[in-house]
């Protein structure tokens, strides 16, 4: 609480302080604020249809539970508009059964329907299980290939029209950073809040809290009493993005609007590269029939390498 001072709206005692705005919000108006946000990404990078079938990925994680609030409650303004969560069960053991629950109450309560997919079904195997067998990778370039996969197959086969993913405004700079880190020009023009995907064969992807800070997307599924999980998964491993995020949590600190300005400029950079230079042409794989670049798709190329013996140890 910032007992001194005042709700820009309502004059009511502030309770957060929006530092890189000079903004300062009671509760009410700060969950009416960011939900305000959402509905002005949405309608900016014109990211949905009247009747659109938003297929939600839901992990069971604060970003994703506060989406699919926020999201629930638009749907209310558009009667042919329809929303299914999605929660992928990538089989890690001791860290996935309690967000499927999380995700599963949260789903009860809002009165949508959940549909689950795990990695057992659709690969044979589970992440516990890939991760003793393939080295080759970390465990999460595995899990997100696989899970990418996983959404899309969900969400076709629920008739979704679109996918929607919780990915935040931190999400989106530390994956702009680490694309310029890495030179992946390709990466840094397919990223973006809306991912086009029916021409390659991919429903398309929105992502409508990307500009919204990780902290108060946080501050928004607290305040509104939603139980989210905080344990970490067990894979989570120290990794250049998270170098990324420290970084760009120090310079916010002390530039507030740090992380909109890297957000603001790749835009800038991505409207100016020659986009055509850089089109995938899709057709599908060899093995599975899935939309791929190459005669093979990057879940067969990765699960298909032969497997490491399994060490007795
Ligand atoms: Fe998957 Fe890595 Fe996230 Fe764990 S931390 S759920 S392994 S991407
Ligand atoms: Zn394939």
């Known amino acids: 609480m910032w007992p001194s001072l005042r709700c820009i709206n309502c004059h009511a005692p502030a309770f957060y302080r929006r530092i890189y705005e000079g903004t300062t919000f009671c509760k009410a108006c700060f969950r009416e604020d960011i939900e305000e946000k959402i509905r002005r990404t949405i309608t900016k990078y014109d990211l949905l249809r009247?009747?659109?079938?938003?297929?939600?990925?839901?992990?069971?994680?604060?970003?994703?539970?506060?989406?699919?609030?926020?999201?629930?409650?638009?749907?209310?303004?558009?009667p042919h508009a329809k929303i299914t969560a999605i929660t992928v069960d990538e089989g890690i053991d001791g860290y996935r059964a309690e967000s499927m629950w999380l995700a599963q109450k949260t789903c009860r309560d809002l009165n949508v329907d959940h549909h689950k997919v795990g990695f057992q079904d659709l690969f044979g195997q589970t992440l516990d299980e890939i991760v003793k067998t393939h080295r080759e990778l970390t465990p999460c370039s595995y899990c997100?290939?696989?899970?990418?996969?996983?959404l899309q197959v969900a969400a076709r086969d629920v008739g979704a029209s679109k996918i929607a993913t919780g990915h935040n405004l931190d999400d989106e700079a530390q994956t702009l950073l680490l694309n310029i880190f890495h030179?992946?020009?390709?990466?840094?023009?397919?990223s973006g809040t809306i991912l086009e995907?029916?021409?390659?064969?991919?429903?398309?992807?929105?992502?409508?809290?990307?500009?919204?800070?990780?902290?108060?997307?946080?501050?928004y599924a607290y305040t509104s009493g939603i139980e989210f999980q905080t344990t970490p998964c067990p894979y989570l491993a120290p990794a250049l993005r998270n170098d990324m995020r420290q970084m760009l949590n120090k310079l916010e600190v002390k530039h507030p609007g740090t992380k909109f300005t890297v957000l603001r400029s790749i835009e800038r950079i991505?409207?100016?590269?020659?986009?055509?230079?850089?089109?995938?042409n899709y057709d599908h794989c060899s093995k599975c029939g899935e939309p791929s670049s190459g005669d093979f798709c990057e879940v067969c190329r990765i699960l298909n390498k032969p497997p490491l013996p399994v060490s007795n140890e």
């Open 50 to 78: 009247f009747d659109d079938h938003l297929a939600v990925a839901v992990s069971g994680g604060k970003d994703s539970l506060a989406l699919l609030t926020m999201l629930k409650k638009i749907e209310r303004r558009f």
């Open 144 to 150: 997100g290939v696989l899970r990418r996969r996983a």
């Open 183 to 190: 030179g992946d020009v390709a990466r840094i023009i397919r």
């Open 197 to 219: 995907g029916r021409n390659c064969g991919f429903l398309p992807r929105i992502k409508p809290a990307s500009e919204i800070l990780e902290q108060e997307l946080a501050l």
């Open 270 to 280: 991505r409207s100016s590269m020659d986009k055509a230079s850089f089109k995938t």
